[in-house]
């Protein structure tokens, strides 16, 4: 059942903590400080073959190879099923398996081949956290993500400030959305511990609450409108099943949100409708048909709207296996003429539409299955992990709402971030599990013999 606000939370013992090997410290401090150098690991690039590579996929590289090595140790050399292991087999492997599929079929091979590699990223980090969550312990657990948002929010408070990034901040990201997805996962993940009492310092709890106040702050700077939709929902609904009593401060953000400077003006691009003008004479503009039309601006959501209407003949003509993995960009400019000034090719702004473009019903059934099954797999914990189980499912269904408007699935960080906490959360939780197993089974025992007239040895 769930832990009463009173309770105190058992911790990994520091003795299992300090177990963990160096190596794998190293590691978690480069996971905690990676979101304040994403700037940093994308602008420094070495040309190889047909790509750019970034710093960002050395990092990746590293994941890769030292989950690899656990997997191998664990299956070889253990000779011995590994949960972990066996674990991400069954969540990541029907997504990782129909991705190379969709990567053999593509006309882009060496971009396919990137976006592949990110998945296997993806899939590798799920497996240290979970490896390595039962010996970082829940304190130390919130203390590393909290401190991943530091850097990253005050610059964007920072830039709020300054005027330096004009109306919308980015903190370290490349873009306004990107840092909007990572607070959403901060925040979340922050106020669930907060809630569970992962820290057992009441003065530390206090202080905990300062990076969320400013996490939410610099989230309505970003003007994501997605960020903010995604975000009250998790909050709302979270409070709900675990805080009622949170609701009342929540009804009181909405008004408080709009006080803030270019948040009102997001809002009112939505409401205000799309333009007059048809899909067909935006084309007939684009491709010079209409004299003296002069400079026609369509809202994001009506252009986006138009783009998704263009992309569907090629997603019906290949409903099973798609087009090829990285295929979309690499087609838009056949499909869809009004890309954007100076580009010559488009992403989806929509992930489900991008995977099924892709790679058809098969990539678009595994990546559900992927992201639905890394949340549900904390049901394994009940009954003592129950508030960890509506976590992770909240999350993933606020996340779900960002994926139908943006490219969440190519942000390298922000995909980082989140499989971190959900499985690092199944990690802490499956140890405390056991130990709350084990606990349950000597008490029955007893009981059965008090009942017998025995007494305990």
Known sequence: MD????ETVTTTPPA??????VYAWVILVLIALRPSLDVVFA??????????L????????MLVGVAAVLAINALLVSRAPDRAVVTILIIWGPMLAAAVIAAVRTPVPAQALQVLFNYMAYAAISLLALTWAPHIGRERLTMLIAASGIVPICTALFQAATGGTGARVMGTFPH??????????YVAFLFHAQISLYMRDAGVRLLLWLPIALGLLALLLTGTRAGYAAMFAFLFLYSALRRPIYLVTLIILPPLA???PGVLDRINDVASGGPVFTYDYLVSVARGDVIDAGYIAVDSGTWRRYLWQAAWPSVTSHPLLGNGLASFPHYSNQFFPLLPDGESEVFAHNTYLQLVFEGGGVLLIGFLWTYLASALQNAANLPFGRGELIFAVLLIVAYALTLASDNVLYYLSINLSLFFVLFSIRGVGAD???????QTRLATNRKRRAANGLQDA
């Not at 299992?16 to 090997?21: D, F």
């Open 43 to 52: 602008s420094v690039t070495m040309p190889v073959g047909g790509l750019n």
């Open 258 to 260: 709009l006080l803030v």
């Open 54 to 61: 970034s710093i960002g996929f050395l990092f990746n590289l």
């Open 176 to 185: 306004p959305n990107i840092l909007a997805f990572f607070i959403l996962i």
């Open 432 to 438: 405390d599990s056991a130990r709350w197993k084990e």
């Open 3 to 6: 832990r009463p606000a009173s």
């Open 16 to 21: 299992v903590a300090a177990g963990l090997p």
